[in-house]
């Protein structure tokens, strides 16, 4: 696989983390902490949890792309992709998701399923498509896999 194309998969996994749900964060910060305050009922944590965010956001994507921890990076973010769906994509709770026309179930469920294959994406980034691929995850969680390294001699 060429370096172009490994990266460009690489940013198309994160592009909607790094740098526009990280920037959204930033930009509007109290509304994201009302939001999370809607969920965990407590301003303080809704900010923790906001803030401890924004470092998955930024952080873990900038491991995937240079390829620094990326296995260890691509299962922090499969492990957000999951809570966030099942924290904020509640798509049980409206109640109405078999009704006629709109419904904000069936939009949030699409979102719940959107985020839980990104997780997918990001866990065959992290373990990769063979079992001995988990093993090397397990030994050594914080190597690369050397997205970029050159499959010729």
């Known amino acids: 696989m060429s370096l172009a194309v490994a990266l460009a998969v690489r940013?198309?996994?994160?592009?909607?983390f790094f740098p526009f749900s990280a920037l959204d964060k930033i930009i509007n910060f109290k509304?994201?902490?009302?939001?999370?305050?809607?969920?965990?009922?407590?301003?303080?944590l809704a900010t923790a949890l906001i803030i401890i965010g924004l470092g998955v956001e930024i952080l873990m994507?900038?491991?995937?792309?240079?390829?620094?921890?990326?296995?260890?990076?691509a299962f922090v973010m499969a492990g957000y992709c999951m809570v966030t769906a099942l924290l904020w994509k509640r798509w049980w709770m409206p109640g109405?998701?078999?009704?006629?026309?709109?419904s904000k179930a069936r939009n949030l469920f699409w979102d719940f399923l959107k985020n839980f294959?990104?997780?997918?994406?990001?866990l065959l980034l992290a373990f990769g498509l063979h079992?001995?691929?988990?093993q090397a995850f397990v030994r050594d969680p914080l190597g690369s896999s050397h997205p970029y390294a050159s499959d010729s001699p």
């Open 117 to 122: 294959s990104l997780a997918g994406g990001f």
């Open 96 to 102: 109405d998701f078999w009704k006629a026309g709109d």
């Open 131 to 134: 079992a001995g691929d988990v």
């Open 11 to 16: 940013y198309l996994l994160v592009v909607l």
């Open 61 to 73: 994507p900038i491991g995937i792309l240079t390829g620094t921890a990326d296995r260890l990076a």
């Open 31 to 44: 509304g994201a902490v009302r939001q999370a305050s809607e969920i965990v009922r407590s301003p303080t």
